[in-house]
């Protein structure tokens, strides 16, 4: 069975500073895999996915995440954050069914607190 | 740029009572979904519906819940008899196509109940 795994709850980090949020997979087959925030009392708003290809992926605000097929990780790291960036991320990875549609199986997120 | 909304934002309810989580996903999409986050939890898969039918459910989706798509624009999520377990923040998502679409979600409807 599918399983994400975020190792940091929290990761307060100071601003302009780089930062990198951990995310660990277990699948037994090929894998989409997904990363999403959430600002406060908002949705969740997708940052950027890895289907297939270049393992760097780049994605908005700056951030971008790396597939790691050999670890099964999936990274997300900025080179420097701002006070806009605090917020909750979630990793994801897609579980396709026999009829082309997935589910996505989340990771338990990450809070950011960027500090000035 | 289009959005998936739900409403209403915030609901509470007495225990037994039924509930009817709205949203209305983007236009063109085929596929639509139904997570939930239970607080300090993990965000959980419920259901995922296509061409006006459950494609897959979860353990959790059991038979107090259903789902309809009622008209050409509205997903309904309906909690036939609440329990205090429940309480949660709901999100509806809905994706273009199947498997490598992302899936966009809407901001969730925080479930009370009491």
């Known amino acids: 069975a599918q399983s994400v795994t975020q190792l940091d709850s929290q990761v307060p980090v100071f601003e302009e500073a780089p930062v990198e949020l951990r995310c660990n997979y277990s699948s037994s087959v090929s894998v989409y895999l997904f990363w999403y925030v959430q600002y406060p009392n908002q949705g969740l708003q997708l940052l950027l996915k890895y289907l297939s290809g270049s393992t760097l992926v780049k994605g908005i605000n700056g951030f971008e995440a790396e597939f790691n097929k050999s670890q099964t990780s999936f990274h997300l790291r900025k080179p420097s954050v701002h006070i806009s960036d605090t917020a909750e991320y979630f990793c994801?990875?897609?579980?396709?069914?026999?009829?082309?549609?997935?589910?996505?199986?989340f990771g338990a997120g990450t809070r950011l607190a960027v500090h000035p | 740029e289009p959005e998936v909304t739900q409403t209403p934002s915030h609901q509470v309810t007495q225990m037994g009572q039924e509930v009817i989580l709205r949203c209305v996903p983007i236009?063109?999409?085929?596929?639509f979904y139904w997570y939930r986050q239970i607080l300090g939890q993990k965000v959980e898969f419920l259901v995922s519906f296509y061409n006006n039918e459950i494609s897959e459910k979860s353990e959790i989706f059991d038979d107090q819940f259903s789902v309809e798509r009622p008209d050409g624009s509205n997903f309904t999520l309906k909690i036939r008899s609440t329990k205090l377990e429940d309480s949660a923040m709901y999100f509806c998502a809905s994706s273009e196509g199947g498997s490598q679409e992302t899936q966009y979600f809407g901001p969730g409807t925080r479930l009370l109940v009491l």
């Open positions: 236009s063109n999409h085929l596929y």
């Open positions: 994801a990875v897609s579980v396709k069914f026999s009829g082309g549609y997935n589910k996505l199986i």
